[in-house]
Nanobody, 116 residues
Framework: QVQLVESGGGLVQAGGSLRLSCAAS????????MGWYRRAPGNRRELVPGITNGGRTTYADSVKGRFTISRDNAKNTVYLQMNSLKPEDTDVYYC??????????WGKGTLVTVSS
């Protein structure tokens, strides 16, 4: 069982920055894909950015050029640098670790609030 703990959320003004962290209780070396998600309509969660074990990244169009995901396998931590924040970025951000198709874990989330 792997536990993921997100931190770094908070209140920031539009145009500001935040850095989220997702710390895993175990090694993330073998995690195929780690991603940050936020809530979407229909009780779903949408991928914001993700990163593979090989370092390949993917970003939602809405955050390209503003958000950067990175992972530090030695520290078992994934980061999300969020710049030029907008009010529409306000949400709970969840970290997910995908070891394989049916073996994955979620964190409990961290709230990001962007004021206008």
């Amino acid at each position: 069982q792997v536990q993921l703990v997100e931190s770094g959320g908070g209140l920031v003004q539009a145009g500001g920055s935040l850095r989220l962290s997702c710390a895993a209780s175990g090694s993330i070396f073998s995690v195929n894909f780690m991603g940050w998600y936020r809530r979407a309509p229909g009780n779903r969660r949408e991928l914001v950015p993700g990163i593979t074990n090989g370092g390949r990244t993917t970003y939602a169009d809405s955050v390209k050029g503003r958000f950067t995901i990175s992972r530090d396998n030695a520290k078992n931590t994934v980061y999300l640098q969020m710049n030029s924040l907008k009010p529409e970025d306000t949400d709970v951000y969840y970290c997910k670790a995908d070891y394989s198709g049916s073996n994955y874990y979620w964190g409990k989330g961290t709230l990001v609030t962007v004021s206008s």
